[in-house]
C-alpha cells in the first residue's frame, strides 16, 4: 500500500513538472507565482519543482526572478533524436539552401507539434523565422498533420492527413503561419519515434512540386542515415 502510494506521489510530481516545462515551452517567461496560478498549484510546491528543474538546467532564472526554458532542454531534445550520423540541423541547412525556404523539424508532443530545429535559407530574405520549441497543434498545418499521418487513420480527421499516407506530403497555406505554405513530410525515426520535415515558404512563391525532391531527400537522410550520409 505505502509502495503504491509513493508512486502516485513520485507520478503527480513529475507530471506537475512536466506541465511546468509546458507551459514555459511557449518562449514566455514566467514568475513562480504565475506559473503557480496557472497550473492551480500552492506557490512553494512550484517553487520546489522550479528548484529542482534549475538543479538539472531544465530551466534558468533571469535577474528578474522570472523563469524560463534552460539548456539542459536542449540538450536532452538533440540526444533524444541524434545517433552518431544523425546531424539534423546539417539536413535542414542543405534543404533550406536547395529550396529558398525555411526548413524545419518538428516531433509531436501530445496534441502539440513542437519545433525542435529550424534553419532559414542564407539567400532568401523573405523566409520565414521561426524559433525553436515553437508549439501548434497537430490539426493546425502541414508539419502536425504530416506526424499525424504516420498513425493509423481516425475518424473526422482531415482531408489533407488521409491524402499524405497515399502521396507521402501534406500542404497547407496560411497554417500554422498566417501568409506561409507549408509542404511536409511525414518522418520516423531510427528509433520509430514519428516526427516531419517541412519548408516554409511564403504564399506563392513556390510551387510545391519544385519542393518535393529536395524533401524527399531530407527525409531519407533523416530515416536512412547509413544509406544517404556521405563520410
Known amino acids: 500500500m ?29 514568475t513562480s507565482q504565475q506559473l503557480a ?8 510546491v512550484v517553487y520546489r519543482i522550479l528548484r529542482t528543474l534549475e538543479d538539472y538546467t531544465f530551466v534558468t532564472r533571469a535577474a528578474d526572478g522570472r523563469y524560463t526554458l534552460g539548456t539542459g532542454i536542449a540538450a536532452l531534445a538533440e540526444a533524444g533524436v541524434s545517433n552518431s550520423e544523425l546531424r539534423i540541423e546539417e539536413v535542414l541547412d542543405e534543404l533550406a539552401e536547395a529550396t529558398s525556404a525555411t526548413a524545419i523539424f518538428s516531433v ?13 535559407p542564407s539567400h532568401r530574405s523573405a523566409a520565414v523565422a521561426i524559433r525553436r520549441s515553437t508549439r501548434f ?14 498513425g493509423e487513420a ?26 506561409f505554405e507549408a509542404v511536409a513530410k511525414p518522418l520516423e525515426l531510427p528509433d520509430g519515434q514519428p ?10 512563391a513556390h510551387e510545391v512540386r519544385e519542393v518535393i525532391p529536395a524533401l524527399q531527400h531530407a527525409a ?8 544517404v550520409w556521405s563520410h
Do not use: C, W
Open 37 to 44: 496560478d496557472a497550473l492551480g498549484l500552492h506557490r512553494s
Open 2 to 30: 505505502t509502495e503504491a502510494k509513493n508512486r502516485a506521489v513520485r507520478s503527480q510530481t513529475l507530471e506537475r513538472g512536466l506541465d511546468a516545462l509546458q507551459m514555459l515551452a511557449d518562449g514566455q517567461r514566467r
Open 195 to 204: 516526427a516531419s520535415i517541412a519548408v516554409i515558404f511564403p504564399n506563392g
Open 220 to 227: 531519407l537522410r533523416v530515416e536512412r542515415p547509413a544509406d
Open 154 to 179: 481516425r475518424e473526422y480527421e482531415a482531408d489533407e492527413i488521409a491524402l499524405a499516407r497515399s502521396i507521402g506530403h501534406v500542404h497547407t497555406k496560411g497554417s500554422p503561419f498566417p501568409g
Open 137 to 150: 497543434l497537430l490539426t493546425d498545418g502541414a508539419p502536425g498533420m504530416a506526424i499525424l499521418a504516420r
Open 108 to 120: 509531436p508532443q501530445k496534441d502539440h507539434a513542437v519545433v525542435l530545429a529550424s534553419i532559414r
